[in-house]
DNA sequence: CTTCTTGTTACTGA
DNA sequence: ATCAGTAACAAGAA
């Protein structure tokens, strides 16, 4: 599902192609991807408007617009952001593989059109996925409700531990995966971080020694930066925005492995649900 | 047919 | 006040 690594990713490839384009043009095959407004009311707003920057907040993408506004994106779990270039069509070649060559689909829900004939489709199968128009203030009052971002410089090992350390009745999964927290981590890395550290999932956050919460706050920046390089992990439905799988899913050591061998110490890894979420780990390796 | 999948919010009950 | 669990959103795969 697009977590952070997989959201910065696109974020990434985005930036640069969209800043300075003008929106020309923006279609609505399900009205109520929209979440600020009325649908009619969005594309009135946005047509003409020129981007001016692509940001990434959590697990949200920002396109920020003139006047003070910008375009929150959510994919949810099934969404995608595919861009299609017409320029690089022209003087033959074949487009990428997994390119936007068969878009429009059926899961396409909005397509945003750019001045220079450039489209950025949104694809949902869910249906979960949703725009929102927002202003810079509204945008500061969404900032304010998450935690720090796992890989900016403010997200030090005692901010970590602060954090962690105001909810010791909590589980470590549901605390990972809490936003309000901690920014940008969902089920897969919630996982690979634990399991990096050595830690089960499900133990309380007062039963964790300051050493482990080193290794942990460790675990999720290295897990975190490594998933990026690797252009984020597609289990389903990410793709990257030029429609390619991300490459992170070969280094999973423990989500989407249950039944498997550890790739360490070859005990079965085993799938459990916290936090309402099927979790996996080795029994061996963490503690 | 049932069960499972998950990001997020709302709700319930301990 | 805190926390865990579940339903809802929605649609498809197994």
């Not at 920020?64 to 070649?93: A, C, P, R, W, Y």
């Not at 999720?220 to 030029?242: E, P, Q, V």
């Amino acid at each position: 599902m697009p977590e952070l690594p997989e959201v910065e990713t696109l974020r990434r490839e985005l930036a640069d192609r969209l800043p300075g384009r003008k929106i020309s043009q923006i279609s609505l095959f399900w009205p109520k991807v929209v979440r600020s407004s009325s649908s009619a009311t969005f594309r009135r707003k946005l047509i003409g408007q020129k981007i001016i920057g692509v940001h990434r907040r959590a697990k949200i993408l920002i396109l920020e617009l003139d006047k003070q506004q910008n375009v929150l994106i959510h994919l949810k779990m099934t969404g995608q952001l595919i861009f299609s270039s017409q320029k690089e069509l022209i003087g033959g070649g074949h487009p990428p593989v997994g390119g936007a060559d068969n878009l429009p689909n059926k899961f396409t829900r909005a397509i945003i059109f750019l001045d220079n004939d450039d489209r950025l489709f949104f694809n949902d199968l869910r249906k979960f996925g949703w725009f929102r128009l927002v202003d810079n203030q509204k945008i500061r009052e969404v900032d304010e409700q998450l935690g720090p971002e796992p890989l900016e410089k403010n997200f030090t090992k005692q901010r970590f531990a602060e954090i962690l350390r105001r909810r010791p009745k909590r589980t470590l999964k549901a605390v990972l995966l809490d936003q309000k927290l901690i920014a940008g981590l969902g089920n897969i890395y919630a996982d690979e971080s634990c399991f990096a550290a050595q830690i089960l999932p499900g133990r309380r956050i007062e039963s964790l020694k300051n050493k482990e919460l080193t290794i942990l706050y460790q675990s999720i920046i290295t897990i975190l930066r490594r998933a990026i390089r690797a252009g984020g992990t597609s289990t389903r439905d990410y793709r990257r925005s030029n429609g390619q799988k991300g490459n992170f899913l070969t280094q999973l050591q423990v989500y989407g492995r249950a039944g498997q061998a550890c790739l360490i110490c070859e005990k079965t890894i085993h799938k459990i649900k916290l936090a309402g979420r099927g979790t996996h780990f080795c029994p061996r390796c963490q503690k």
